[in-house]
């Protein structure tokens, strides 16, 4: 179901995680995509793995929301799979039927494909569930202020991606509840295959749209109201600091890379 979706959603906490500076977890979530995308061992996957699962244990975000951030990618990491372990060649085959070819080397690569997209999702699942859309904006906009000396729109850059994050959730539930409401006149999204299903989506997106510029008309008179005019001579409500907290984080992914690094 729609709502089921949990991108962009926060999840109120006060556990350590949910209490670290924004700066802490946007760094560190970066590090964790590169370093998903450069390891080759299983021992490193399995570290990596191991990370986000404490960190979903000590936030106490609860085990349905993510899953619920992993479940709309396991149709994709299926058909990833699918694809990798029959069109990957290799020296060691392991299953043969006519032209049908399993290779070793073609499973472990579509092993550690759907591995690396499961933990690309959950790195940045567990980032947006403990980390409000303001916190993070304001984060980004902080991290990026040196660019602002030589033009860049660090402010309205960083704008852009709170409203976006701000209504993901809100563009979601008008979607569940237009889905509800032409189920109630008869509309069927769930019978038939995908290409039928695909087809019944279609009466949707005229009124999500509708919907969308609606509040988007209605946010830009808002702001106008209030004489928004950017990011210059504005103050912050409130202002974030490092803690000992985001040390143990940076030391725990530290020492991630290090085991990592010496797996090589």
Known sequence: MIKDITLGQYFPGESPIHKMDARTKLILTLVLIVIIFFV????????????????????????????????????????????????ISGETVIFEWRF?????????????????????????????????PMELTTALERLLKP??????????????????LRFIPTL???TDKIM???????????????????????????PLFVSAFRRAYDLALAMEARCYNGGEGRTKMRVSHFHKRDLFAFAAVGLVVIVIALGY
Do not use: W
Request: aromatic share 8%.
């Open 147 to 164: 660019l602002s000396k030589i033009g860049f729109p660090v402010h309205e850059i960083a704008l852009m991606m709170s409203i976006a």
């Open 180 to 206: 509800k409401a032409q189920t109630a006149r008869g509309a069927d999204f769930e019978e038939g295959g995908l290409i039928k299903k695909a087809k019944a989506l279609v009466p949707l997106l005229v």
């Open 40 to 87: 080759h061992t299983y021992i490193g996957y399995l570290c990596v793995a191991a990370l986000l699962v404490l960190t979903a244990v000590i936030s106490k975000v609860g085990a349905r929301f993510v899953y619920n951030g992993i479940k709309p990618i396991l149709p994709i990491a299926l058909f990833t799979f699918v694809i990798n372990l029959f069109f």
């Open 100 to 132: 049908i070819k399993i290779t070793l080397e073609g499973l472990r690569q579509s092993v550690i494909t759907v591995v690396r997209l499961v933990l690309l999702v959950l790195s940045s699942t567990m980032m947006t569930l403990t980390t409000s």
């Open 172 to 174: 979601l539930e008008e």
